[in-house]
């Protein structure tokens, strides 16, 4: 079956450095990836859709220049969190799809981003 | 807009009893549903989904979903519980039917006792 790949799964950062979360998809491509993050004992909330090739769509109230999306490539996607600070510090999951808005989505197994 | 609500952010049963996590759902559009397991620091497996075909949706593990839509519900059942179950679940709503962009609920811890 289709499998995402999340690296790393967790990461401990100081304040005011940058973490790179890489997500891809090992055995299809994948046009379009999403960007979930997620609070302790909370749900999924999406941060933003991104398509190979194009600018990432990000939700409201997520600021695009601290959460850097890049998808250059048909099977990876990174999310860098910009200047960490400690309320950055979550659970990070990327999802994918093979063609597009109406495929099929796989989860990658989360990142765990604490900021010190 | 959609959104999805999911009563009872924990819930607790005895091993072999039934389970029933409720998702309620409000969409301007009809809806596709779907039902999430998350183990801990892990992602998300899919259990099943809606999709606008049968309105009982049988999925992995056991676990089936009915959609009313007289009740906006779309309800996820067991009849009955193993300690492997224990997990987050989570009800999610698309405006497609193979997921895209969800809008998950709150989540419902599922415990099972011995």
């Known amino acids: 079956g289709a499998v995402v790949s999340q690296h790393p799964s967790w990461v401990i950062c100081k304040s005011g450095t940058s973490v790179k979360i890489e997500c891809r998809s090992l055995?299809?491509?994948?046009?379009?990836m999403f960007w979930y993050r997620q609070f302790p004992k909370q749900s999924l909330m999406l941060m933003a859709t991104s398509n190979e090739g194009s600018k990432a769509t990000y939700e409201q109230g997520v600021e695009k220049d601290k959460f850097l999306i890049n998808h250059a490539s048909l099977t990876l996607s990174t999310l860098t969190v910009t200047s960490a600070h400690p309320e950055d510090s979550s659970f990070y999951i990327c999802s994918a799809s093979t063609g597009g808005y109406n495929s099929p989505l796989h989860f990658g197994n989360g990142t765990r981003l604490t900021v010190t | 807009a959609q959104s999805v609500t999911q009563l009872g952010s924990h819930v607790s049963v005895s091993e072999g009893a039934l389970v029933l996590l409720r998702c309620n759902y409000s969409s301007s559009v009809p809806p596709y549903l779907f039902w999430y397991v998350q183990y801990p620091n892990q992602g998300l497996q899919l259990l099943l989904k809606?999709?606008?075909?049968?309105?009982l949706v049988k999925g992995i593990n056991g676990f089936e979903a009915e959609f009313k839509k007289s009740e906006t519900s779309f309800h996820l059942t067991k009849p009955s519980a193993h300690m492997s179950d224990a997990a987050e679940y989570f009800c999610a709503v698309s405006d497609n039917n193979q997921g895209g962009k969800l809008i998950f609920g709150q989540g419902t811890e599922l415990s099972v006792k011995p």
């Open positions: 809606y999709t606008s075909a049968a309105t």
């Open positions: 055995d299809f491509q994948a046009t379009t």
